[in-house]
């Protein structure tokens, strides 16, 4: 069994060993992509399910307050309209004389109660009891009769009395009615005093429709499975939407304690519930909600799984970017192998690829030496050579892409032809260093002193090329110089500020370059005294409407890359007067930056 092991895993590992770089560099990217996409979805779904977790009861603590504000609304309405009663001569009246008032005074007081009780939804109907025990009522269904002989020997009535003519609240008027409605209704309760002697002329009863209050939370009990109740002073239930509760009222208002409010997660019948409880102090009753939690969370569902496809795109952005760097990685070998077969065919040429000081490098070298010795040994003229190394420049130069490559070789032919060692060795040191420092590795982020260095060596090969055309200034914050950024920031902006700023002006011009940090950000500037911008254009650039194949397209790229990678939109501030030059800050968050330790 472990020699078999052993051979399937030779077999594989040969298989890896017998695959080109590019795919071997691909294949490794593609491991560590699926892995850092693996690690970013969990961690991803942690913080996800803490955060809803959070959310959902910041929801549950909403919709309760409101319901307690609705309630209290609905109360505070309601004894206004007690007030209303109270203040009616007519009621005074009535209570103050009883039946002696006589019919006209009595009815007019019942239209009066009439009107008012059809005028107003929430209340269900009156009932006035004067102190001689006599009875006046207004109800929108039948009239309800007392059970007691009289209103005095109700439970609340002492506690009415000792209120001196504020309200109680009492669930079915503590059930001293009759032939009540099948529906709760809660009872408000008040006693009526003479206004000059403070006697007492009667008990008000204003009773209020269960309706109102399951109106308030209908969308929460909308839900399905969901389920609400509202309890009074003594736990009773006013209204509820459903008759069986899935848990027991009294153990989760034990469990809630002399919290105003109180919620927790629970599994009942392998469903996930958020219950929620909230104490209504003004008048000591519980609002109790169960909603399932999947439920309340519905609405981040969708950007879930929008950014889950956020991460696999980004994933399969990432593989792509791989396959391009192996590919930068391994044009240089493919190129130095196609080169070194043209030997087979006895032509002795020398290879003129870029390379930097590594194996490639070295081996190109090797390669050149040894091909400088056969030419030697058949006895080449000076002449022959220069014309055939000019002539493999040329083809070379019409290969090589993009143009900046293009015209820094050619610079430094020309630098070769003329004999100034020094300057060519100065170049070429500029140019390792652009293209070893911004391939980085692979890596996508460096840090700010490397992107200076880049600059600086682009400069340097800028100026191999236009000479004077241009003079660098540089105000460096050395302090920012371990912070990493994404790299090629600065580049594209110098060199927009030549292309567009200072070439089109036709003299002499200035470049400046600061870094700074300020406020907890860093700040990037790049700035010229070049030709500036007209306003339709700076207009284009900040309301993101630039054409791909505009000048700015550059400024444009790199703006939006770092708009990407800090996931924030202001970013940027560009500052530009027609003849009078341009200066553009790219604004770095500090907190978002990471120190090199």
């Not at 103050?96 to 019942?110: D, P």
């Not at 007691?148 to 020997?153: A, L, T, V, Y």
């Not at 929620?276 to 519905?298: A, C, D, H, Q």
Request: a neutral charge.
């Amino acid at each position: 069994m472990n020699e078999c092991g052993s051979l399937i895993y030779n077999r594989i590992k040969n298989k890896i060993l017998d695959l080109k770089i590019s795919t071997k560099i691909a294949l490794f990217y593609f491991i560590l992509v699926v892995f850092t996409l693996l690690i970013s979805v969990f961690l991803y779904q942690r913080m996800y399910s803490k955060v809803m977790s959070d959310r959902v009861r910041e929801l549950s603590i909403q919709n309760l307050y409101s319901v307690n504000l609705n309630i209290n609304s609905i109360i505070d309405n309601v004894n206004n309209y007690s007030r209303m009663i109270i203040a009616s001569d007519d009621v005074r009246e009535v209570l103050i004389k009883s039946r002696s008032a006589g019919r006209v005074k009595i009815e007019k007081m019942n239209v009066f109660l009439k009107n008012l009780i059809n005028e107003t939804p929430a209340i269900s109907s009156v009932y006035l009891f004067d102190k001689y025990g006599n009875k006046h009522a207004t109800d929108k269904t039948s009239e309800m009769w007392l059970k007691i002989s009289s209103i005095e020997k109700a439970d609340w009535y002492d506690t009415v009395h000792n209120k001196s003519g504020a309200y109680i609240l009492s669930l079915n008027a503590g059930d001293i009615f009759y032939n009540t409605p099948n529906n709760n209704f809660v009872s408000m309760i008040r006693l009526i005093r003479d206004v000059d002697t403070m006697d007492t002329l009667g008990i008000l009863i204003i009773n209020i429709n269960d309706s109102v209050f399951t109106n308030i939370y209908s969308e929460m009990a909308d839900k399905p499975d969901s389920e609400v109740v509202l309890l009074d002073e003594n736990n009773h239930i006013i209204v509820s939407n459903k008759d069986i509760m899935k848990f027991d009222l009294d153990d989760f208002i034990n469990e809630a304690g002399s919290n105003e409010y109180f919620s927790k997660v629970q599994i009942i019948d392998k469903r996930e519930y958020l219950k929620s409880y909230i104490n209504l102090n003004r008048y000591n009753w519980k609002f109790i909600s169960l909603v399932p939690f999947k439920e309340m969370k519905g609405e981040w569902e969708a950007f879930n799984l929008i950014t889950f496809l956020i991460i696999f795109i980004n994933g399969i952005m990432l593989f792509i970017g791989s396959i391009l760097i192996s590919r930068t990685i391994t044009n240089p070998i493919k190129k130095l192998i196609k080169s070194m077969r043209g030997i087979e065919k006895r032509k002795f040429k020398m290879v003129h690829i870029k390379t930097g000081n590594d194996e490639i490098g070295k081996l190109k070298e090797g390669y050149n030496i040894m091909i400088q010795e056969i030419q030697k040994l058949i006895q080449q003229t000076v002449e022959e050579q220069r014309i055939k190394r000019k002539a493999e420049l040329n083809v070379l130069q019409a290969q090589v892409k993009p143009h900046f490559l293009y015209n820094t070789l050619d610079a430094m032919g020309y630098l070769a032809l003329s004999g100034k060692s020094e300057e060519l060795y100065e170049s070429l040191e500029a140019l390792g260093s652009y293209y070893r420092t911004s391939l980085s590795k692979g890596q996508e982020v460096i840090t700010i002193k490397e992107e200076i260095d880049i600059v600086k060596s682009y400069l340097i090969l800028q100026k191999l090329r236009y000479g004077k055309i241009f003079d660098v200034t540089y105000e460096i914050d050395e302090s920012s110089y371990e912070y990493k950024i994404p790299k090629l920031v600065l580049q594209p902006l110098v060199e927009n500020s030549i292309y567009h700023g200072i070439k089109p002006k036709g003299e002499v011009g200035v470049i400046k370059i600061c870094v700074k940090t300020e406020d907890e950000q860093i700040v990037l500037s790049v700035e010229d005294d070049g030709v500036g911008m007209s306003e339709e254009a700076l207009k284009s650039i900040k309301l993101d409407t630039i054409d791909s194949n505009s000048s700015s397209f550059g400024l444009k790229g790199t703006i939006k890359r770092l708009q990407l990678f800090y996931g924030i939109t202001d970013i940027y501030n560009i500052e530009s007067k027609k003849r009078y030059g341009t200066k553009i800050d790219i604004i770095i968050p500090m907190l978002r930056g990471v120190l090199n330790e």
